[in-house]
């Protein structure tokens, strides 16, 4: 076998990163290693390291009507909309008519394949810019059958508003706090967040939800929060990460909102105490 010398190899990578900025793919996401809190051990993963998304992992929603928020896009489970590349999990909004929609986007879920109950739930994203695009990472109740929200809860780990490009929300909804009403943190930063990647985490206990940037807590919702209202947290949840055109929250679509728009995901993971 021939032996490269380091300039040779050198000089192999730097062209390989050209040929990437070139083809205007997505600058490969820093390697991370798993390292599991104090006290908590690693139950379930997806580093999206392989060829194409994880059917023992994800499925998607498929359609448009709103979503109950006034969403403009059409989700698909196309690759254009939905794929891995360069080890990522890309979910692209893209500017284009597509079954009477105007715009296309996904949505992908963990919901039947895998749901957890407690631990910490954990994701490194990156979120894209531009007035009118909402993605998420949030979580709903195992019980969810499509007409039993909010009694079924929801977790929104991660909301990003691309008009307000230093915010981030986390939110707690159940039944009596749900919507507008739901008991939510505004996390504001001295950033525009959709520069680079970020971490964004729950820790969620009986009784007990915090909610993490980067590691540092900003939000915390326990059963004495909801008063007389009922809680809804002791029972498994499934995972969503979705990438919204508009809506409720995401507003209207900037004229200069540039197509197509990108959240990627290097990683999700779940741990669980160590003792469990």
């Not at 390989?16 to 379930?44: D, E, H, M, R």
Request: glycine share 12%.
């Amino acid at each position: 076998m021939r032996r490269l010398d380091v300039s040779s190899v050198l000089c192999m990578a730097l062209c390989s990163l050209l040929f990437a900025a070139c083809a205007g793919l997505p600058a490969q996401a820093p390697a991370t290693p798993i390292t599991a809190p104090a006290g908590y051990k690693l139950v379930w993963h997806d580093e999206f390291d392989g060829n194409s998304i994880d059917r023992a992992n994800w499925n998607f929603n498929e359609g448009a009507g709103g979503w109950g928020n006034g969403e403009a896009q059409f989700y698909t489970a196309r690759p254009e909309n939905a794929r891995i590349e360069n080890g990522l999990l890309i979910i692209e909004a893209r500017q284009e008519k597509y079954e009477g929609s105007y715009y296309t986007s996904a949505r992908l879920k963990t919901q039947g394949l895998r749901e957890f109950q407690y631990g910490r739930i954990e994701a490194r994203l990156k979120v894209p810019s531009g007035a009118g695009f909402w993605p998420a990472f949030w979580m709903l109740g195992s019980s969810f059958d499509g007409a039993n929200w909010p009694d079924c809860g929801e977790i929104d780990i991660m909301e990003y508003v691309g008009r307000e490009p230093d915010l981030v929300i986390g939110t707690a909804h159940g039944p009596g706090y749900s919507g507008a009403l739901g008991i939510s943190q505004w996390n504001r930063r001295e950033e525009n967040i959709a520069d680079d990647f970020h971490t964004y985490a729950i820790d969620w206990t009986p009784g007990h939800i915090d909610w993490y940037y980067d590691g540092v807590k900003y939000h915390t919702v326990t059963r004495a929060d909801v008063g007389d209202r009922t809680w809804v947290f002791d029972q498994p949840f499934f995972v969503i990460l979705n990438l919204a055109v508009g809506g409720t929250l995401g507003g209207m679509i900037g004229l200069d909102t540039a197509f197509p728009a990108q959240l990627q995901v290097d990683y999700v993971r779940v741990f669980q105490p160590a003792s469990s």
